[in-house]
């Protein structure tokens, strides 16, 4: 009997020893391919700073150089004088904050509706929403073009902000988010006379702030990104924004263009939407979670 007893405990321990090393290896396995993955995202941002720091002669170097030789840092100041980066920032933000704040109101007031008012047609409207999310948005660009030329809107700053102000994304994110606030609170506030907009403002939106900060961020970050329609509609020099001033502001006369001083820009442009990640990438990802699945 000692003899079998023992034998189990052998086996019991190779069966354990087995599965200790199974899951170093998996973590192993794990932790490399994550590795793999990080370097493949993380080289462009590496090379575009490298880059940024050369001077033209060794950029354009057969061998390409994996470090500046003579690190300029002059190039980022070359790059904010050259592209007018003060100018090109300030027309950015100012369409990205009235457009975030007018698209918030829209967001709440709408995601509001769905979520506890009772009208007719409630549902059906809703699905006609979510209908669109369907239909990619390049469609749409030609007949918004053919619109706003009609409204004579073309190289204002109306342009860049009323075509995009309604997200059905953000509507539907927040309303799965209000949903989950229980209907007893609403029923209870009613009881009390409070009006629907009291409610919203002092209930719903609190409790929901994780989701309406995601909403925020993530409206900035499509708006300092958007390039295609702002090039269509809004290129002239007091409307640009900066993802088209940094098209064709490093071109010289000859036709050359001074790849470092625009690398340099790039990373100008960059480090606000880094910061923003680094810093509220929690925001975004508890916003996200709690919408939930509900409705």
């Known amino acids: 009997m000692e003899e ?14 087995k599965q200790r090393v199974a899951r170093i290896i998996g973590k192993t396995l794990i932790y490399l391919f994550l590795a793999v993955m990080a370097v493949i995202v993380l080289f462009p941002f590496y090379w575009m700073i490298n880059s940024s720091l050369k001077s033209l ?38 369409v990205g904050v009235v457009s975030t704040i007018l698209s918030l109101i829209i967001t709440v007031l709408s995601a509001f509706a769905f979520a506890r008012l009772e009208f007719k047609g409630k549902g059906i409207l809703f699905a006609g929403l979510l ?3 369907m239909i990619p948005g390049e469609l749409f660009t030609i007949t918004n073009y053919s619109t706003v030329t009609t ?24 309303r ?11 029923l ?18 609190p409790l ?3 989701t309406l900060i995601s909403i925020t961020i993530l409206k900035m970050m499509g708006a300092w990104n958007s390039y295609i329609w702002p090039r269509l509609v809004a290129n002239d020099e007091a409307h640009r924004l900066i993802t088209n001033g940094l098209r064709n502001a ?10 470092p001083v625009q690398m340099a820009a790039v990373a100008l442009v960059s480090l606000p939407l880094f910061l923003v990640f680094v810093f509220l990438r929690k925001y975004i990802m508890k916003g996200v979670s709690r919408s939930g699945i509900k409705g």
């Open 208 to 210: 929901s702030l994780p």
């Open 250 to 259: 490093f071109t010289e006369a000859s036709g050359d263009i001074n790849y």
């Open 188 to 205: 209870a506030a009613k009881v009390d006379g409070t009006s629907d907009l009291k409610y919203l403002w002092t209930v719903m939106i």
């Open 57 to 94: 002669e060794e950029y354009r170097l057969s061998m390409p150089t994996f470090w500046p030789r003579h690190i300029l840092w002059s190039n980022y100041r070359d790059a904010f004088t050259t592209a007018q980066l003060g100018r090109l920032f300030l027309n950015t933000l100012y």
């Open 131 to 133: 209908a669109t999310m």
């Open 4 to 17: 079998i007893r023992t034998m189990k405990e052998k086996d019991m321990n190779d069966v354990t020893s």
């Open 176 to 186: 799965q988010n209000f949903l989950q606030i229980p209907d007893e609170l609403y």
């Open 151 to 174: 409204f004579g809107w073309i190289n204002t700053y109306t342009v860049l902000i009323v075509p995009f102000l309604v997200s059905v994304f953000y509507i539907y994110l927040l």
